[in-house]
DNA sequence: TTTT
DNA sequence: TTTT
């Protein structure tokens, strides 16, 4: 009935960039979240929560956010489920976030390197509004979909649009 | 750095109580959180999100919680890993709680029956607070200890201990 | 940059339907929520926290909420001002909500009495969404538009629209 | 029964650093928080949270914060109110945080200037833990008490302690 | 493996 | 001015 989560965190990884079948964008990445305590043995230690975005945002996101960036991440908790090639139920947690914010514009520190795409945000990120359907931003062919031929199953489908 | 999780659902099953090896409380439930929006097909969804609570708070939830109770969890979204008896690494996600509020008394509604334990809330719950260790309402014999002798695969040890 | 409140309380009073000069539903509400400690006298205190909903959540919780009814709202802090009719300037804080949910059904206890509206939600609540301007449930004629008539200063305006 | 907050924002000020009666240390600053959208007149605009620390939460945020950092704050709103000078009641509403994270550090842009205190957050923020009383990295005597002898009305005394 |  |  009410189901929000916020995280603020680092990117683990550069955010990759997908289509489902039908066109529609999605983004994935995981961010580390330091925990509030050290463990036992006294080393920090941290969550790594993976986050998807959908449309608009999932290309903001793939835009401007890199490994290593601060980043604030709102969303819901959504547990998805599918048969994986040995037959068995696998469960996914992920977060479904609607609203993320770029703690740290492109200059500063982070991983930074190699960012072949756009340098400058425009001004930290919407929330899932606009655009249904594909943005014309990113032309797609058959060849690189990474939905048809990425080798790993497939796992994220029309299906699983959360709106 | 921040991680924050609100959840209000209802409990999929009675919680269920256990000690760790060193005699710490510990519940698990999962609440079952209606998604704001329907499928495709029509149908409405639910995520069904596992909660863990701890000490005092595990012994309060254990006591008042019940299938079908509509409840309001806080905490944080902890993901943690360990080997299965296949050497496969498997990923675990669950919202570790530090507060849980009993949205519906006893009295009312909810799937009741068989409650072999406490009729009366004393008023919500704590945050997480007081007494380390285990709380001695709660007498433990060998046999009964549910990390010794489940038979499944024990996967909550006192190094699972947020704090 | 981000700004997300999530309380549980109890209405104090009915909700109170107004609307705009240009016609926009406006709900106002304040909800007691219990703090989580008693004060140094031992009396339980509450936070009075005002509410303000807009368009179609507005009037379904005109609908729906009632005085005493437990209720779960998520949105922002707003902070606003204006200059009183002494031309001092009063900060006004809010909590614009943009998620509403009912957490107790019409039938169960509350204060229940004189609902002369609706008496079922139909499935707690949207999500800001929908229809701008006017519902047509709900005709207003200039004589009894809270914002022209009721004497007290005009506080809420089409200027405080939240998008 | 629940009341949660979550901002991102900069502050407003250097963070000022005060003492109740009986030496409780006590931290108050304000965050703007950049609204989701722009005004009628397309300006951007923001809400100037009021925000409270205690404790040993409070003397941290007076050392390390200052004005324009951006930082993380999550606590509950409080409302509380005094009768002022004319005899009238007044409305107070504030962020009692117990947590807060320094989203940049000391190094990075900020207004910096003038930081004639420590230059070196030790790691982030606790959350509200502690010593209870006043910390000895902190004289105080008579004549700076802020309680006694800063011509304001006095109006943060020992009953607000939250906990 | 799921709740109302 | 406040709710259960």
Redesign the pocket.
């Known amino acids: 009935m009410l189901n929000r989560v916020i995280l603020i965190g680092r990117l683990t990884k550069d955010p990759e960039l997908r289509y489902t079948p039908s066109g529609v964008a999605v983004t994935q990445f995981t961010i580390a979240v330091d925990r509030p305590f050290t463990s036992q043995g006294g080393e920090r230690e941290a969550d790594f929560i993976p986050v998807v975005t959908w449309r608009q945002l999932a290309e903001t996101c793939a835009n401007y956010l890199r490994k290593g960036r601060l980043t604030a991440v709102e969303g819901r908790i959504q547990?998805r489920?599918y048969e994986n090639n040995e037959g068995k139920?696998v469960?996914v947690t992920e977060v479904i976030a609607d609203n993320v914010r770029f703690l740290e514009s492109n200059r500063e520190g982070g991983a930074g390197g190699g960012g072949q795409r756009e340098e400058t945000p425009f001004g930290g990120s919407g929330s899932g509004g606009g655009n249904t359907g594909r943005s014309n931003n990113f032309s797609r062919g058959n060849q690189n979909d990474p939905f048809s031929d990425d080798g790993k199953p497939i796992d994220i489908s029309d299906d699983d649009l959360p709106f």
């Open positions: 547990v489920n139920r469960y």
